[in-house]
């Protein structure tokens, strides 16, 4: 086994990948969480546990004791605090492995076909074209694969088929459907007026609060959301916690059918 020491230190090749490991790990938390005031949270964290490991090196029992309790309580602090990057990122994991994308594995979730996602294009298209056209906000969330039960909890049930002209009425403003997000799945509108998770990213803290809401809903789903600004009629598109702003209709198309039928594609 290959090994050599520096002073008093015995390194075999094994120390070499666990440290790549951790530093591999370590920067792709730092990756998930950037941005946004979780990295600070992270950081400061980060910087505790080295406080702690020089303390214990050193040999100061009774600080070093008080930083175990912290680190114990730190853990479920961080759990709770950074639950929509463990999300993401074991999101980012499962969309990863071939296992999640093999047709087998698909059957038992009852995917959409690609059929039903075709439907779905036209009359949103229709409708955003519209929306921005007269300056009217809107703000509609496209299902992929995530399940939306509990954000279609906080609207009113719809569940009607989709339609150009049933968008342009719960978008219109002087609807009482208007605030809020439409949620749409399997070529339908499942709910209006639905409560969206706010991004606190600070990467884009130029955007208002319909644009965060987007943003927020990106990061916590896989859903692709569309957005339309009521002062500038500019159409912007959310995924994956990235937006795309001031795209055309017919580009806002295009992203939608690479996104949405990105498993579909794999498979072809």
Known sequence: MLAFSIGFL??????????????????????????SLASRVFLGYLLIYIFYLVVRA???????????????????????????????????IGKSTAFANSRLFSRFFKQPTT??????????????????????GGLIVIKKNDELDKYLQTGEDIDAVLS????????NQYSPLHDGGAIIA????????????????????????RHRAALGMSEA??????VVSEETGRISL??????FSNISASELEERLKRYLFETDRKKI
């Open 58 to 92: 050193i040999g100061l029992e009774l600080l070093t004791k008080i930083l175990e309790y912290f680190m114990g309580v730190g853990a479920i602090a961080l759990i709770v605090i950074f639950q929509q990057e463990i999300r993401r990122f074991l999101f980012f």
């Open 115 to 136: 059929a039903e996602k075709i439907n779905q294009f036209k009359p949103i298209i229709e409708a955003v074209r519209a929306l921005s056209a007269e300056f009217t």
């Open 164 to 171: 150009k002209r049933l968008l342009l009425a719960i978008f």
């Open 238 to 243: 959310a995924t994956e916690g990235t937006v």
């Open 186 to 209: 399997n070529g339908k509108i499942r709910a209006a007026r639905c409560i969206l998770p706010v991004s606190d990213s600070d990467e884009y803290n130029n955007l208002g609060f």
């Open 10 to 35: 015995n390194i075999e090749w094994v120390d070499f990948l666990d440290i790549a490991l951790v530093a591999f790990l370590l920067y792709q938390i730092y990756y998930l969480v950037r941005g």
């Open 221 to 226: 789903t896989d859903a692709a959301v569309v």
